[in-house]
């Protein structure tokens, strides 16, 4: 009963100033809208890039030529890619030495290409290709491809080289007329014609990459009907092994079996590093927190220095507030209040203050990381633990900085407060 008691009188005084009390709150107001819009964006963007890796699976491995890299300390010279390209390419022996160990479910071998001004036309429309996947339907299963409409690849599209296609949603939505139905219908990469056959579901995109700019062909059509290029920057078309691994079997395992086996089959010598490259999802993981950590940094430095501020407002108006009510101060130890009871009305008062900015600071901060996914690619997602965090925090600092005001109050003479004009 006495708790509410000092949170009515609380809630009054802050009442009788309310520019004053707004004002005061707008530090902390900012500081927790800020740190509410940012970690909904930095949320949403985990939600939607996780959900995006989801579809590469976590129990796959990536064999490779080289290995996955980013920023400044991931680039290398033209001299050492250079090297890298020299390494044998995969074959279809290696899958099938690899298909006999027994962590893996599935394997099979792929081929991409990327850019390169390659462009898909259909009636004197064209558009410029983001991927061109050369793909087998072990490949589409264990990629997580899902057929919107129209059908997947079999084995003998394969056998006979055929020049069919599965597209991206975005390649329907941008090539041909609305209402039009793509399938079956003929398009050109080149001067080479292929039949689509399939419609993949929409993916979205992921780092600046949209995943539903991509075209899927049989594996050994792309060989004979897209050109690949020469040079160091064939490294990045060559074959390549995609290994899922068995259920029951972890992917360290599976990883600890195939570097053992390419070694054996590439002839690495013991004292030799290995001449290919194993990538996993992980390894993704990693790239976007790298990519990410900037963000976080910049957050917690931002809020903390509208907190801050705004603390340093709470501290100096609840002096002045202080000043201003010595005699009421006075008045109230006279009668009986203890030094106790005025130091905890005004540390509630100071609570509450940055409690009520905390509250607007976070139906802003909502209302912010909404309008910025409305207008931008960047998703938003609030949680309720980030909600807590940015009120309580808010409170947390009107309780650390109005400790020197409602120490100093509470240390009143009754008698000089009294007297006090």
Known sequence: MQFLVYMKTALLALKTQRMRTFLTTLGIIIGVMTVIAMMSIVQGMNKYVYKILGTIGSNVIYVQKYKWRVGPGGRMSKKEWRKIAKRKDFTNEDVKAISKLSSIERVTLAQSIWGGGKKMMYRGEEIELNEIEGATPEYI???????????????????????????????????????????GKDVYIGPNKFTIVGILTKRGTFMGNNLDNTILVPLTTLGKFIKIRFGFRSLFQSPFIVAQVHEGHTIEEAQEQIEKLLRQRRGCKFNEENNFALNTQQMIIDIY?????????????????????????????????????????????????????????????????????????????????KLISVLTPLPASTTLWSVVLGIGFSMFVGLFFGIYPASKASKLDPIEALRYE
């Not at 597209?167 to 090539?175: D, K, P, Q, R």
Request: glycine residues 12%; proline residues 1%; charged residues 20%.
């Open 289 to 369: 927190k790298k990519i990410t950590s900037g963000i976080y940094i910049a957050m917690i430095g931002i809020a903390s220095l509208a907190l801050i501020v705004g603390g340093i407002g709470i501290m100096n108006i609840m002096l002045v507030s202080v000043v201003e009510r010595t005699r009421e101060i006075g008045l109230r130890m006279a009668i009986g209040a203890k030094r106790k009871d005025i130091l905890i009305q005004f540390l509630i008062e100071a609570v509450a203050l940055t409690g009520v900015g905390g509250v607007v600071g976070v139906l802003f901060g909502f209302g912010l990381a």
């Open 141 to 183: 299963v264990i990629s997580n491809y899902e057929i919107d409409r129209g059908r997947t690849f079999i084995e003998t599209d394969l056998t006979f080289r055929r020049q069919i296609c599965i597209v991206g949603i975005y390649i329907t939505e941008n090539l041909f007329k609305k209402g039009e139905d793509p399938l």
